[in-house]
């Protein structure tokens, strides 16, 4: 069964950085691609970033928001993923979710985890 | 930037038939999911590569995509479709979802 777990959500202040993580079970972690996404207070769904498998060299894809600011990594041996934020701004608040495309559907977010609430407030 | 537009919210009795549509420019060329989101829980894909059930999810559910338009359509819907619902599609590498639309049964 694939299990996606988030961590490392809490409150930061303006400016500030944090790292996520996701730990992942249940699969070949370095066989797929990963994906984080995030929901702001009572609004829709956002895509924030994605990086490849080993096939594809591990290349990563960020949202135009997060460019620049958040940087998403993994470590195979760890099964886990990572999103580092930096020069955090008040609208980057929200549930950040981890999540694992389909097999054979890169293009669709088959996995998800269960969210971790990010609060960017002084 | 690409954008996807959905209906704020759609009602539908129960057991009848909910149309959510999904549109964008030459949309149809590309490949789209619906997400299902209920209160405090996180999404879960119903439709993928436009027309796709995933495993455990209902017959009921079904997509279609062409020209600017995908929709997403619910046949015999029950209570317990009651939910947000999402589009997405993927631009220059970049994942795009659409606004999203209250799906209420009444």
């Keep these: ?122 | 930037s690409y954008e996807l537009t959905q209906p704020p919210s759609v009602s539908v009795s129960p057991g009848q038939t909910a149309t959510i549509t999904c549109s964008g420019d030459k949309l149809g060329g590309r490949h789209v999911s619906w997400y299902q989101q209920k209160p405090g829980q996180s999404p879960v894909l119903v439709i993928y590569q436009n027309v796709n059930r995933p495993s455990g999810i209902p017959e009921r559910f079904s997509g279609s995509n062409s020209g600017n338009t995908a929709t997403l359509t619910i046949r015999g819907t029950q209570a317990m479709d009651e939910a947000d619902y999402y589009c997405q599609a993927w631009d220059s590498r970049t994942g795009v979802f659409g606004g999203g639309t209250k799906l209420t049964v009444l």
């Excluded at chain 1, 895509?47 to 993994?74: D, K, L, P």
């Design chain 1, 1 to 122: 069964e694939v299990q996606l777990v988030e961590s490392g959500g809490g409150l930061v202040q303006p400016g500030g950085s944090l790292r996520l993580s996701c730990a992942t079970s249940g699969f070949t972690f370095s066989d797929h691609y990963m994906d984080w996404l995030r929901q702001a207070p009572g609004k829709g769904l956002e895509w924030v970033g994605r990086i490849r498998n080993r096939a594809n060299s591990y290349t990563t894809e960020y949202a135009a928001s997060v460019r620049g600011r958040f940087s998403v990594s993994r470590e195979n041996s760890k099964n886990a993923v990572y999103l580092q934020m930096s020069s955090l701004k008040t609208e980057d608040t929200a549930v950040y979710y981890c999540s694992r495309p389909l097999e054979g559907a890169v293009t669709a977010f088959g996995y998800w985890g269960q969210g971790t609430l990010v609060t960017v407030s002084s």
